[in-house]
């Protein structure tokens, strides 16, 4: 059973930047794809980022595409997520997801608590 812990939300001024951290334990991380949601109070929650079991692919929305940027360790069993360049829209609950499937196309299985980021301006 994997277990994912993010962290590393917080609040920031517009065009600054944070790090997230989805921390996994209990299953070898290597084996999933790793997912980055993010969702707003009455919106759909939505796929903002994926990297791929072999980190064959790096997947981006339009939206944060040449400002954020998803990277995986996993000799540290961790997933990051680094945020650039962050604008009040970018303010969600961001959760960090794991599934199999091939290049990021399935669905995923586990499920981040999520962490808070908040950009003022």
């Known amino acids: 059973q994997l277990q994912l812990v993010e962290s590393g939300g917080g609040l920031v001024q517009s065009g600054g930047s944070l790090r997230l951290s989805c921390a996994a334990s209990?299953?070898?991380?290597?084996?999933?794809?790793i997912y980055w949601f993010r969702q707003t109070p009455g919106k759909e929650r939505s796929k903002i980022s994926c990297?791929?079991?072999?980190?064959?692919?790096?997947y981006y929305a339009d939206s944060p595409k040449g400002r954020f940027t998803i990277s995986r360790d996993n000799a540290k069993h961790t997933v990051y997520l680094q945020m650039d360049r962050l604008k009040p829209e970018d303010t969600a609950v961001y959760y960090c997801?794991?599934?199999?499937?091939?290049?990021?196309?399935?669905?995923?299985?586990?499920w981040g608590q999520g962490t808070q980021v908040t950009v003022s301006s």
């Open positions: 990297i791929s079991s072999l980190d064959a692919i790096r």
């Open positions: 209990g299953d070898t991380l290597n084996d999933y794809n």
């Open positions: 997801a794991a599934g199999g499937g091939y290049y990021c196309s399935g669905s995923p299985d586990y």
